[in-house]
Protein backbone atom coordinates (compact mmCIF):
# COMPACT_ATOMS: atom_id res chain seq x y z
CA UNK A 1 0.00 0.00 0.00
CA UNK A 2 1.53 3.47 -1.07
CA UNK A 3 1.91 6.00 1.52
CA UNK A 4 -0.82 9.12 1.57
CA UNK A 5 1.72 11.43 1.47
CA UNK A 6 3.15 9.89 -1.95
CA UNK A 7 -0.31 9.75 -3.56
CA UNK A 8 -1.10 13.38 -2.44
CA UNK A 9 2.22 14.58 -4.03
CA UNK A 10 1.54 12.78 -7.46
CA UNK A 11 -1.98 14.96 -7.44
CA UNK A 12 0.34 18.13 -6.92
CA UNK A 13 2.11 17.27 -9.62
CA UNK A 14 -0.16 16.20 -11.92
CA UNK A 15 -2.39 19.12 -11.28
CA UNK A 16 0.56 21.56 -11.91
CA UNK A 17 1.28 20.20 -14.74
CA UNK A 18 -2.41 20.88 -16.16
CA UNK A 19 -2.68 24.16 -14.75
CA UNK A 20 0.92 24.78 -16.39
CA UNK A 21 -0.39 23.11 -19.80
CA UNK A 22 -3.71 25.23 -18.90
CA UNK A 23 -1.97 28.66 -19.17
CA UNK A 24 0.59 27.80 -21.95
CA UNK A 25 -1.97 26.81 -24.27
CA UNK A 26 -3.88 30.32 -23.64
CA UNK A 27 -0.67 32.05 -24.18
CA UNK A 28 -0.29 29.97 -27.53
CA UNK A 29 -3.48 30.76 -28.54
CA UNK A 30 -3.17 34.29 -27.89
CA UNK A 31 0.15 34.38 -29.72
CA UNK A 32 -1.72 32.73 -32.64
CA UNK A 33 -4.25 34.75 -32.65
CA UNK A 34 -1.82 38.31 -32.70
CA UNK A 35 0.41 36.71 -35.51
CA UNK A 36 -3.42 35.74 -37.50
CA UNK A 37 -4.69 39.41 -36.54
CA UNK A 38 -1.32 40.82 -37.49
CA UNK A 39 -1.53 39.38 -41.05
CA UNK A 40 -4.70 40.34 -41.24
CA UNK A 41 -4.00 44.12 -41.44
CA UNK A 42 -0.89 43.28 -42.92
CA UNK A 43 -2.89 42.15 -45.58
CA UNK A 44 -5.53 45.44 -45.22
CA UNK A 45 -2.57 47.49 -45.51
CA UNK A 46 -1.35 46.07 -48.80
CA UNK A 47 -4.47 46.16 -50.36
CA UNK A 48 -5.25 49.95 -49.07
CA UNK A 49 -1.91 50.81 -50.16
CA UNK A 50 -2.56 49.05 -53.72
CA UNK A 51 -5.79 51.50 -54.22
CA UNK A 52 -4.04 54.80 -52.50
CA UNK A 53 -1.61 53.84 -55.47
CA UNK A 54 -4.15 53.45 -58.08
CA UNK A 55 -5.88 56.68 -56.92
CA UNK A 56 -3.04 58.68 -57.17
CA UNK A 57 -2.26 57.75 -60.38
CA UNK A 58 -5.45 57.94 -61.90
CA UNK A 59 -6.12 61.24 -60.36
CA UNK A 60 -2.94 62.69 -62.31
CA UNK A 61 -3.68 61.05 -65.67
CA UNK A 62 -7.26 62.87 -65.49
CA UNK A 63 -4.86 66.13 -64.53
CA UNK A 64 -2.96 65.44 -67.15
CA UNK A 65 -5.60 64.91 -69.70
CA UNK A 66 -8.71 67.17 -68.76
CA UNK A 67 -7.70 69.36 -66.25
CA UNK A 68 -8.45 69.44 -62.20
CA UNK A 69 -12.15 69.72 -62.52
CA UNK A 70 -12.74 65.98 -62.16
CA UNK A 71 -9.37 64.39 -60.57
CA UNK A 72 -11.09 63.63 -56.94
CA UNK A 73 -14.43 61.99 -58.54
CA UNK A 74 -11.75 59.97 -60.93
CA UNK A 75 -8.96 59.55 -58.33
CA UNK A 76 -11.49 58.24 -55.59
CA UNK A 77 -13.24 55.43 -58.40
CA UNK A 78 -9.80 53.90 -58.91
CA UNK A 79 -9.99 53.24 -55.44
CA UNK A 80 -12.88 51.62 -55.58
CA UNK A 81 -12.10 49.57 -58.19
CA UNK A 82 -9.20 48.05 -56.20
CA UNK A 83 -12.07 47.87 -53.16
CA UNK A 84 -11.74 50.59 -50.86
CA UNK A 85 -15.06 52.72 -51.79
CA UNK A 86 -15.40 56.32 -50.18
CA UNK A 87 -18.14 55.80 -47.10
CA UNK A 88 -18.34 52.55 -46.95
CA UNK A 89 -17.24 50.08 -44.48
CA UNK A 90 -16.00 52.86 -42.67
CA UNK A 91 -13.44 54.08 -45.76
CA UNK A 92 -12.72 57.25 -45.48
CA UNK A 93 -10.52 59.01 -48.87
CA UNK A 94 -9.04 62.20 -49.47
CA UNK A 95 -7.75 63.57 -52.74
CA UNK A 96 -5.41 66.36 -52.73
CA UNK A 97 -3.99 68.57 -55.29
CA UNK A 98 -1.52 69.63 -54.85
CA UNK A 99 -0.57 67.31 -52.03
CA UNK A 100 -0.52 68.33 -48.57
CA UNK A 101 2.52 66.74 -47.59
CA UNK A 102 5.71 65.39 -48.68
CA UNK A 103 8.09 66.36 -50.91
CA UNK A 104 5.21 67.54 -53.61
CA UNK A 105 3.94 70.01 -51.36
CA UNK A 106 2.89 72.79 -54.07
CA UNK A 107 3.63 70.83 -57.23
CA UNK A 108 0.43 71.66 -58.86
CA UNK A 109 1.17 68.82 -61.43
CA UNK A 110 0.63 65.99 -58.30
CA UNK A 111 -2.44 64.10 -56.72
CA UNK A 112 -2.14 63.12 -52.96
CA UNK A 113 -4.42 60.31 -52.24
CA UNK A 114 -5.45 59.22 -48.33
CA UNK A 115 -7.10 56.30 -47.65
CA UNK A 116 -8.23 55.01 -44.40
CA UNK A 117 -10.23 52.51 -42.15
CA UNK A 118 -11.52 51.55 -39.25
CA UNK A 119 -10.37 47.71 -39.20
CA UNK A 120 -12.09 44.93 -36.62
CA UNK A 121 -9.29 42.39 -35.42
CA UNK A 122 -10.36 39.13 -34.81
CA UNK A 123 -8.38 38.19 -31.36
CA UNK A 124 -7.23 41.30 -30.65
CA UNK A 125 -10.33 42.26 -29.60
CA UNK A 126 -9.94 39.73 -26.31
CA UNK A 127 -7.47 42.49 -25.32
CA UNK A 128 -9.75 45.50 -25.67
CA UNK A 129 -8.53 46.65 -29.10
CA UNK A 130 -12.30 46.15 -30.59
CA UNK A 131 -10.82 48.59 -33.79
CA UNK A 132 -7.87 49.80 -35.80
CA UNK A 133 -7.13 52.20 -38.18
CA UNK A 134 -5.07 51.35 -40.84
CA UNK A 135 -4.19 53.85 -43.10
CA UNK A 136 -1.86 54.09 -46.79
CA UNK A 137 -0.99 57.10 -49.11
CA UNK A 138 0.41 57.50 -52.55
CA UNK A 139 1.49 60.70 -54.39
CA UNK A 140 1.81 60.51 -58.20
CA UNK A 141 3.09 63.81 -60.54
CA UNK A 142 3.97 64.70 -63.91
CA UNK A 143 6.97 64.29 -65.06
CA UNK A 144 8.66 66.96 -67.39
CA UNK A 145 9.14 65.77 -71.06
CA UNK A 146 12.13 65.68 -72.57
CA UNK A 147 14.23 67.13 -69.48
CA UNK A 148 11.82 70.60 -69.95
CA UNK A 149 11.69 70.13 -73.72
CA UNK A 150 10.31 73.19 -75.71
CA UNK A 151 10.89 71.99 -78.95
CA UNK A 152 9.86 69.16 -80.94
CA UNK A 153 9.88 68.03 -84.34
CA UNK A 154 7.70 65.07 -84.60
CA UNK A 155 8.35 64.03 -88.26
CA UNK A 156 9.44 59.83 -88.05
CA UNK A 157 11.72 59.10 -90.75
CA UNK A 158 12.71 62.78 -93.34
CA UNK A 159 16.19 64.39 -93.88
CA UNK A 160 16.19 68.00 -91.91
CA UNK A 161 13.18 67.68 -89.44
CA UNK A 162 15.50 70.41 -87.74
CA UNK A 163 17.16 72.93 -89.80
CA UNK A 164 19.22 75.68 -89.08
CA UNK A 165 21.24 77.75 -91.77
CA UNK A 166 22.13 80.84 -92.82
CA UNK A 167 23.67 82.34 -89.62
CA UNK A 168 20.97 81.68 -87.41
CA UNK A 169 21.74 81.70 -83.41
CA UNK A 170 19.09 79.84 -81.83
CA UNK A 171 19.51 79.81 -77.88
CA UNK A 172 16.70 77.91 -76.23
CA UNK A 173 16.24 77.54 -72.50
CA UNK A 174 14.57 74.31 -73.17
CA UNK A 175 15.25 70.97 -74.63
CA UNK A 176 15.03 69.86 -78.03
CA UNK A 177 13.49 66.69 -79.26
CA UNK A 178 14.30 65.34 -83.04
CA UNK A 179 11.85 61.91 -83.92
CA UNK A 180 13.79 60.81 -87.01
CA UNK A 181 15.34 58.33 -87.74
CA UNK A 182 16.74 59.52 -90.47
CA UNK A 183 20.84 59.77 -90.46
CA UNK A 184 20.56 63.94 -91.23
CA UNK A 185 17.58 64.36 -89.31
CA UNK A 186 18.89 66.92 -87.78
CA UNK A 187 20.93 70.13 -90.18
CA UNK A 188 22.67 72.37 -89.06
CA UNK A 189 24.85 74.29 -91.49
CA UNK A 190 26.08 78.45 -92.63
CA UNK A 191 27.49 79.58 -89.78
CA UNK A 192 24.86 78.78 -87.69
CA UNK A 193 24.71 78.23 -83.43
CA UNK A 194 22.47 76.31 -81.09
CA UNK A 195 22.24 76.36 -77.46
CA UNK A 196 20.30 74.14 -75.52
CA UNK A 197 19.85 72.28 -72.18
CA UNK A 198 19.64 68.80 -73.83
CA UNK A 199 19.26 68.11 -77.98
CA UNK A 200 18.07 64.46 -78.82
CA UNK A 201 17.56 62.58 -81.83
CA UNK A 202 16.65 59.74 -82.26
CA UNK A 203 18.28 59.55 -86.06
CA UNK A 204 22.02 61.45 -86.53
CA UNK A 205 22.90 65.00 -87.62
CA UNK A 206 24.85 67.37 -89.63
CA UNK A 207 27.19 69.89 -88.44
CA UNK A 208 28.80 71.65 -90.92
CA UNK A 209 29.74 75.49 -92.59
CA UNK A 210 31.88 76.55 -89.22
CA UNK A 211 28.27 76.07 -87.52
CA UNK A 212 28.37 74.88 -83.58
CA UNK A 213 25.80 73.02 -81.41
CA UNK A 214 26.09 72.91 -77.29
CA UNK A 215 25.96 70.38 -76.25
CA UNK A 216 26.23 67.61 -78.95
CA UNK A 217 22.98 66.11 -79.68
CA UNK A 218 22.22 62.71 -78.07
CA UNK A 219 21.33 60.05 -81.03
CA UNK A 220 19.64 57.15 -80.99
CA UNK A 221 17.78 58.37 -78.08
CA UNK A 222 13.67 57.15 -77.71
CA UNK A 223 11.27 58.78 -80.21
CA UNK A 224 8.66 60.94 -77.53
CA UNK A 225 5.06 61.10 -78.66
CA UNK A 226 3.27 64.18 -79.55
CA UNK A 227 2.93 65.82 -76.33
CA UNK A 228 -0.24 67.52 -76.78
CA UNK A 229 -1.92 64.21 -78.36
CA UNK A 230 -4.75 64.21 -75.95
CA UNK A 231 -5.61 68.40 -76.08
CA UNK A 232 -9.14 68.31 -77.33
CA UNK A 233 -10.11 70.35 -80.23
CA UNK A 234 -12.58 73.08 -80.24
CA UNK A 235 -15.84 72.95 -81.77
CA UNK A 236 -16.56 74.41 -84.67
CA UNK A 237 -20.06 76.22 -85.36
CA UNK A 238 -21.66 78.13 -88.39
CA UNK A 239 -19.40 81.26 -89.42
CA UNK A 240 -19.62 84.56 -87.89
CA UNK A 241 -17.17 86.26 -90.41
CA UNK A 242 -16.39 85.08 -94.06
CA UNK A 243 -13.19 86.39 -96.03
CA UNK A 244 -12.80 89.14 -93.07
CA UNK A 245 -9.91 91.53 -94.36
CA UNK A 246 -8.36 94.70 -92.63
CA UNK A 247 -5.89 96.90 -94.84
CA UNK A 248 -5.14 100.64 -95.41
CA UNK A 249 -3.82 101.26 -92.36
CA UNK A 250 -7.35 100.81 -90.55
CA UNK A 251 -7.54 100.41 -86.66
CA UNK A 252 -9.75 97.26 -85.98
CA UNK A 253 -11.11 95.33 -82.84
CA UNK A 254 -11.58 91.57 -83.45
CA UNK A 255 -13.83 89.04 -81.18
CA UNK A 256 -13.98 85.30 -81.04
CA UNK A 257 -15.50 83.51 -83.11
CA UNK A 258 -15.69 81.49 -86.65
CA UNK A 259 -13.59 83.18 -89.53
CA UNK A 260 -14.41 81.55 -92.75
CA UNK A 261 -11.50 81.43 -94.80
CA UNK A 262 -9.25 83.36 -92.72
CA UNK A 263 -8.33 86.85 -91.76
CA UNK A 264 -6.07 88.85 -93.56
CA UNK A 265 -4.34 91.67 -92.19
CA UNK A 266 -2.27 94.58 -95.11
CA UNK A 267 -1.40 97.57 -95.40
CA UNK A 268 -0.25 99.20 -92.26
CA UNK A 269 -3.48 98.15 -90.38
CA UNK A 270 -3.63 97.80 -86.75
CA UNK A 271 -5.78 94.82 -84.98
CA UNK A 272 -6.65 94.33 -81.41
CA UNK A 273 -7.75 90.77 -80.91
CA UNK A 274 -10.00 90.64 -78.01
CA UNK A 275 -9.59 87.20 -75.28
CA UNK A 276 -10.68 83.83 -76.78
CA UNK A 277 -10.89 81.40 -79.52
CA UNK A 278 -10.73 82.53 -83.12
CA UNK A 279 -11.20 79.38 -85.38
CA UNK A 280 -10.05 79.99 -88.69
CA UNK A 281 -12.06 77.52 -90.87
CA UNK A 282 -10.19 77.74 -93.76
CA UNK A 283 -8.43 80.51 -95.47
CA UNK A 284 -5.32 80.36 -92.25
CA UNK A 285 -4.40 83.97 -91.12
CA UNK A 286 -2.18 86.28 -93.29
CA UNK A 287 -0.40 88.86 -92.03
CA UNK A 288 2.08 91.67 -94.03
CA UNK A 289 2.70 95.27 -95.09
CA UNK A 290 3.93 96.71 -92.13
CA UNK A 291 0.55 95.77 -89.97
CA UNK A 292 0.07 95.51 -86.26
CA UNK A 293 -1.70 93.00 -84.57
CA UNK A 294 -1.81 92.79 -80.12
CA UNK A 295 -4.31 90.74 -78.29
CA UNK A 296 -3.63 88.58 -75.00
CA UNK A 297 -5.87 85.43 -73.88
CA UNK A 298 -5.98 84.48 -77.41
CA UNK A 299 -6.08 81.09 -79.31
CA UNK A 300 -6.47 80.65 -82.82
CA UNK A 301 -7.82 77.24 -84.01
CA UNK A 302 -6.63 76.39 -88.02
CA UNK A 303 -8.47 73.97 -89.45
CA UNK A 304 -10.54 73.66 -92.89
CA UNK A 305 -14.53 72.72 -93.70
CA UNK A 306 -17.63 75.16 -94.67
CA UNK A 307 -16.14 74.94 -98.26
CA UNK A 308 -12.73 76.57 -97.68
CA UNK A 309 -9.99 75.38 -97.94
CA UNK A 310 -7.07 74.71 -95.22
CA UNK A 311 -5.01 77.79 -95.38
CA UNK A 312 -1.30 78.33 -93.19
CA UNK A 313 -0.96 81.11 -90.79
CA UNK A 314 1.96 83.21 -92.29
CA UNK A 315 3.78 86.27 -90.70
CA UNK A 316 5.82 88.35 -92.88
CA UNK A 317 6.80 91.75 -94.05
CA UNK A 318 7.88 93.24 -91.27
CA UNK A 319 4.65 92.79 -89.14
CA UNK A 320 4.68 93.45 -85.90
CA UNK A 321 3.34 91.36 -83.32
CA UNK A 322 2.18 91.02 -79.89
CA UNK A 323 0.26 87.97 -79.05
CA UNK A 324 0.06 85.62 -75.90
CA UNK A 325 -2.06 82.79 -75.01
CA UNK A 326 -4.62 82.25 -72.30
CA UNK A 327 -3.11 81.56 -68.44
CA UNK A 328 -5.76 78.88 -67.52
CA UNK A 329 -8.69 76.90 -68.70
CA UNK A 330 -8.20 74.30 -71.58
CA UNK A 331 -5.92 76.03 -73.83
CA UNK A 332 -3.88 77.40 -70.74
CA UNK A 333 -0.50 78.35 -72.94
CA UNK A 334 -1.57 77.21 -76.35
CA UNK A 335 -1.68 80.30 -78.83
CA UNK A 336 -1.72 78.26 -82.48
CA UNK A 337 -3.13 74.76 -82.48
CA UNK A 338 -3.34 73.19 -86.32
CA UNK A 339 -6.24 70.61 -86.64
CA UNK A 340 -4.28 67.72 -86.22
CA UNK A 341 -6.80 65.56 -88.97
CA UNK A 342 -5.40 67.37 -91.67
CA UNK A 343 -2.89 64.99 -93.00
CA UNK A 344 -0.79 67.09 -95.70
CA UNK A 345 -1.56 71.21 -94.52
CA UNK A 346 0.76 74.08 -95.92
CA UNK A 347 3.54 75.05 -94.38
CA UNK A 348 3.42 77.71 -92.21
CA UNK A 349 5.49 80.91 -91.14
CA UNK A 350 5.90 83.02 -88.18
CA UNK A 351 8.71 85.62 -89.14
CA UNK A 352 8.62 88.42 -87.47
CA UNK A 353 11.93 88.55 -86.04
CA UNK A 354 13.11 91.18 -83.28
CA UNK A 355 9.49 92.60 -82.83
CA UNK A 356 7.61 89.46 -82.64
CA UNK A 357 6.69 88.85 -79.16
CA UNK A 358 4.52 85.48 -78.92
CA UNK A 359 3.87 83.98 -75.87
CA UNK A 360 2.29 80.50 -75.85
CA UNK A 361 2.68 77.22 -77.59
CA UNK A 362 2.87 76.68 -81.37
CA UNK A 363 1.37 73.45 -82.12
CA UNK A 364 1.42 72.73 -85.65
CA UNK A 365 1.32 68.65 -85.58
CA UNK A 366 1.28 67.48 -89.10
CA UNK A 367 2.80 70.18 -91.31
CA UNK A 368 5.85 71.83 -91.22
CA UNK A 369 6.71 75.22 -89.61
CA UNK A 370 9.14 78.05 -90.03
CA UNK A 371 9.99 80.66 -86.90
CA UNK A 372 11.60 83.48 -86.08
CA UNK A 373 11.43 85.74 -83.10
CA UNK A 374 12.55 88.11 -80.37
CA UNK A 375 13.84 87.44 -76.64
CA UNK A 376 11.13 89.00 -75.24
CA UNK A 377 8.74 86.28 -74.63
CA UNK A 378 8.25 84.86 -71.47
CA UNK A 379 7.94 80.84 -73.14
CA UNK A 380 7.38 79.81 -76.24
CA UNK A 381 7.01 76.38 -77.36
CA UNK A 382 7.24 75.14 -81.12
CA UNK A 383 6.00 71.51 -81.79
CA UNK A 384 5.66 70.50 -85.72
CA UNK A 385 6.03 67.76 -87.91
CA UNK A 386 9.29 69.74 -89.19
CA UNK A 387 11.04 72.82 -88.01
CA UNK A 388 12.78 75.41 -89.71
CA UNK A 389 14.13 78.72 -88.57
CA UNK A 390 14.65 81.57 -90.53
CA UNK A 391 16.22 84.08 -88.55
CA UNK A 392 17.65 84.43 -84.97
CA UNK A 393 15.34 83.44 -81.98
CA UNK A 394 15.40 83.03 -78.20
CA UNK A 395 13.05 80.31 -76.57
CA UNK A 396 12.52 80.97 -73.00
CA UNK A 397 10.45 78.65 -70.52
CA UNK A 398 9.07 81.31 -67.96
CA UNK A 399 5.36 79.73 -67.53
CA UNK A 400 4.91 81.22 -64.04
CA UNK A 401 1.91 83.25 -66.09
CA UNK A 402 0.22 79.93 -66.28
CA UNK A 403 -1.74 78.40 -63.38
CA UNK A 404 -0.99 74.81 -64.45
CA UNK A 405 2.74 75.64 -65.49
CA UNK A 406 4.16 74.56 -68.51
CA UNK A 407 1.59 73.16 -71.03
CA UNK A 408 4.07 70.18 -72.10
CA UNK A 409 3.83 67.08 -69.52
CA UNK A 410 5.63 64.79 -69.43
CA UNK A 411 4.58 60.66 -68.40
CA UNK A 412 2.76 60.16 -65.01
CA UNK A 413 4.76 58.71 -62.32
CA UNK A 414 3.91 57.05 -59.16
CA UNK A 415 6.52 59.28 -56.55
CA UNK A 416 5.16 58.63 -52.97
Known amino acids: MRPATSVRLKRRAGGFVLTTMAVVSAVLMECIGLAIDAGYLDLVK ?3 QAAADAAAVGGAQELKANGSANVATLAKSDAALNGFTAGSNSVSITINNPPQSGNYTGDSTAVEAIIGQNV ?4 MALLGFTSMTVNARGVAHQGTANGGGCLFALDPSSSSAFSLSGGVQLSSQCGVQVNSSSSTAMS ?10 SIGVVGGYSLSGGSSISPLPTTGVASVSDPLANLAAPSVGSCNYTSYSVSGGATKTLSPGVYCNGISISGGADVVFNPGTYILEGGGLQLSGGCTISGAGVMFYNTAGSGYGYGAVSFSGGTHDVLSAPTSGTYAGILFFQDRTISSP ?4 FSGGASAILNGTLYFPTSTLTYSGG ?3 AYTILISKKIGFSGGATLNNDYSSLSGGSPIKGSVALSE
Open 188 to 197: VSGGTSLTAP
Open 120 to 123: SPIF
Open 46 to 48: TRM
Open 375 to 377: TGT
Open 346 to 349: AASS
